[in-house]
């Protein structure tokens, strides 16, 4: 290709890679696997090394920017970045309204609501619609120049453009003229969902490493991080709720569409006519808070005429005109009336907290986790003590703090059993962990938590057969494995006390109704150690199906990306167990019918490789392999037909045969990104 050409398809591929970014990271859509979008990024970077001067600061390859900064700028925010008001009951709400009424007793008002994130706040600036520098709140006056941790949020623009929507003519021509115009300045919260938060802290726990206390902390965290390389691998996300700058808009909800329209991600969020009105959309948002897969702390509601907004003015460093309405608190503190110990699935023993009940959120807590020993010693919790109890989202509630001040002096030390509270067997320490395991396969508790698991929401999803009944069942010598649910029928519940000829038919269908199941739920139910929800879903994708992810070795396995060692070990070890092996084939004699994953098998298709010289981490025949295994094809010459070459050490002529024939030349390190297999 000439400079022209490289050109015209340097152009093609940003706005390719560009429109499939806003699918994912905005919109949570995918319309290409990310595999096939990393080939063409990687396109686009050969491209880029080959002619430098055609790289442009919105370019995709420059949201991992190089270096790390020795400090960060200051940053004069021209519009200050204010903080709001809470409130925290209807009667505040309302005392609100009548204050502004004081201020402005001609009006009626109309308000706006959406989701108040708890992360926190940045500015972005573009100029002429280009991203030119992103900036923390800092004092509100003064923030620090964050730009190249920016650029590795995925869900921020390099570059804006009308990607459309649901939008009218007039709003669309008021995009396309904002996007010229000379200085734009968007407000928004930058955060990080549970998920990614739930992994780093595992691994910092696995590292004996202290973890950090919620998504928001460890977000900031990444943020004021020098090396823009920590921020990009947090995932972290950027949404939008304002435009600071002047561009004709009358309303806050119009920003919102507006901003949709850029690019950004933005909440909703709802129009409403009256102060009722906003009190049902906060209800609303406290319910389904536990289901989000983000951190809320309330709602935000705003006077949506900006004209009459900005008239309010500002009362101290809170605008007059909105409102942060809270949630009840996720903290509060009670007793603890005893400490009781509970069997997990895979046998690790938990302490637990009875406590004197009490209300959290909005739900009644009667028991929050003490986790292990070490934590029990590290807070000094003793039973009698007064303890501070957190509940974040739909996560369990933890005893995090202990008001020794309130002691009377007869509160009294726990000591972990040295048997199982079940089954009685002798409980094991292994070495280097800090939790306690009951060792007996059969023991009754450990079996009924493995079932509830397995028929769990993310996993099985059978409707109506609850931690309770699988007890009930277990007892009544109705099932020992999981295998034997399928087997259950009318008559066998019946004999249990509290079900009658409806309940039971309703359970024995629902049970029936589940037996087909993606390969990742199957995975997760099973119920191995370490195997959460994600990396059942990469270990699904990564083999396809239940035979090959049998015979994995501990090697490959500990290959894939986000799998670690001790995930790895206990896979391999899950399958090599006889009596997991026969769980297997009595699940699928009772007809489970696992639907397993053609995709990954594709995602190469029609590629053809060359491998040369040798390889590091792999022999050529296993690179062959995998490669055919993703759908691939092998070569073992260079033509115009071949889409890369993998070069190992000591390439021989084919590597200037490509060259001259302009082959796509790839590294090990690339290949082994293409394949899904991380470095050794
Ligand atoms: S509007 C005058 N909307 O809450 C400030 N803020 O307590 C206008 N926040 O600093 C902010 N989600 O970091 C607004 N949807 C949302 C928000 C939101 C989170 C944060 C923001 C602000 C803080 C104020």
């Known amino acids: 290709m000439d400079k022209k050409e490289v050109k015209l398809r340097i152009a093609k591929l940003r706005k390719t890679i560009d429109y499939h970014r806003h699918l994912y990271h905005v919109l949570d859509r995918q319309e290409i696997s990310p595999e096939i979008l990393d080939s063409l990024k990687h396109e686009l970077y050969k491209l880029e090394q080959q002619f430098p001067d055609l790289i442009t600061p919105d370019s995709p390859t420059q949201r991992i920017a190089g270096l790390s900064l020795e400090k960060f700028k200051k940053i004069f925010h021209k519009t200050p970045m204010l903080s709001l008001e809470d409130v925290f ?14 201020l402005e007793p001609q009006k009626t008002f109309e308000y706006f609501c959406e989701l108040k994130i708890d992360g926190f706040a940045v500015a972005l600036v573009y100029e002429k619609g280009n991203f030119v520098c992103g900036a923390t709140r800092g004092d509100g006056k003064t923030g620090e120049d964050v730009t ?75 943020i004021r991080q020098l090396d823009p390389q920590f ?92 409102r942060a309405l809270k949630f009840p608190s996720q903290k509060t503190t009670t007793k603890i009336k005893d400490i ?78 040295k048997l199982c509270p079940a089954c009685k067997s002798e409980l094991l320490r292994p070495k280097n962990e800090v939790v306690l395991r009951c060792p007996n396969q059969r023991c009754s508790q450990k079996l009924g938590k ?31 494995d999981s295998a034997d649910i399928f087997n259950l029928k009318e008559d066998d519940l019946l004999s249990l006390d509290g079900f009658a000829q409806k309940s039971a038919k309703n359970l024995i269908e629902s049970i029936q109704k ?65 009596e997991n092996l026969n769980l297997l084939e009595k699940l699928l004699k009772n007809k489970i019918e696992i639907f397993n994953i053609p995709k990954p098998k594709n995602i190469l298709s029609k590629k053809r490789f060359v491998v040369t010289g040798t390889l590091e981490t792999m022999t050529r025949q296993e690179a062959h392999q995998r490669v055919r295994f993703l759908g691939g094809e092998i070569s073992h010459e ?19 045969k490509a060259k001259i024939l302009g082959v796509k030349i790839i590294s090990e390190k690339e290949f082994l990104s293409i394949i899904h297999f991380k470095e050794k």
Request: proline share 3%; with cysteine.
């Open 450 to 480: 493995l079932l509830s698991h397995f028929a769990s929401k993310k996993a099985f999803n059978i409707n109506g057969l609850g931690e309770k009944i699988i007890d009930r069942l277990i007892e009544g010598n109705l099932i020992q």
């Open 514 to 578: 589940t037996k087909k199941i993606s390969f990742a739920r199957f995975i997760y139910a099973l119920g191995i150690r370490h195997i959460g929800e994600e990396t059942a879903v990469d270990l699904a994708n990564f083999f396809g199906n239940l035979e090959n992810l049998k015979k994995a070795g501990i090697e490959e396995l500990s290959r894939i990306h986000d799998v670690g060692q001790a995930m790895a070990k206990s896979v391999y070890d899950w399958f090599r167990n006889q």
């Open 89 to 102: 009951d209807k009667e505040e709400l309302y005392n609100w309204e009548k204050y502004l009424a004081r």
């Open 340 to 417: 009781k110990v509970q069997v997990g699935r895979t046998g690790a023993i938990t302490p637990v907290a009875v406590l004197e009940p009490i209300r959290i959120g909005g739900a009644m807590v009667t028991k929050a986790t003490l986790h292990n020993q070490d934590e029990i010693e590290r807070l000094d919790a003793r039973i009698g003590d007064t303890a501070i109890i957190e509940r974040a989202g739909d996560v369990i509630p933890a005893v995090s703090g202990i008001l020794k001040e309130l002691r009377q002096g007869n509160e009294k030390k726990f000591i972990m059993p």
């Open 638 to 656: 260079i033509n115009k037909g071949v889409d890369f070459l993998v070069v190992g050490q000591n390439p021989g002529s084919k590597l200037d």
């Open 231 to 322: 921020a990009a691998k947090r995932r972290l996300k950027f949404l939008a709720y304002g435009i600071a700058t002047e561009h004709g808009q009358k309303k806050h909800s119009e920003e919102h569409q507006i901003l949709s329209c850029l690019g950004f991600r933005t909440d909703k969020g709802t129009i409403c006519r009256n102060l009722d009105e906003v009190i049902r959309f906060w209800d609303k948002a406290f319910q389904k808070r536990p289901k989000l897969p983000f951190q809320i702390d309330g709602v935000v509601v705003v006077i949506n005429d900006n004209n009459l907004f900005d008239k309010l003015g500002v009362a101290g460093k809170s605008p007059r005109g909105a």
């Open 148 to 222: 190249q941790n920016l650029k590795t949020i995925e869900s921020i623009p390099l570059k804006l453009f009308p990607f459309g929507g649901e939008i009218s003519q007039a709003l669309k021509n008021q995009v396309e003229d904002l996007i010229k115009d000379s200085r734009i300045e968007i407000r928004g919260e930058v955060y990080m969902d549970n998920s990614i938060f739930e992994k780093v802290n595992r691994e910092r726990r696995k590292n004996n490493e202290p973890a950090y206390a919620n998504p928001r902390n460890l977000a900031a965290g990444s």
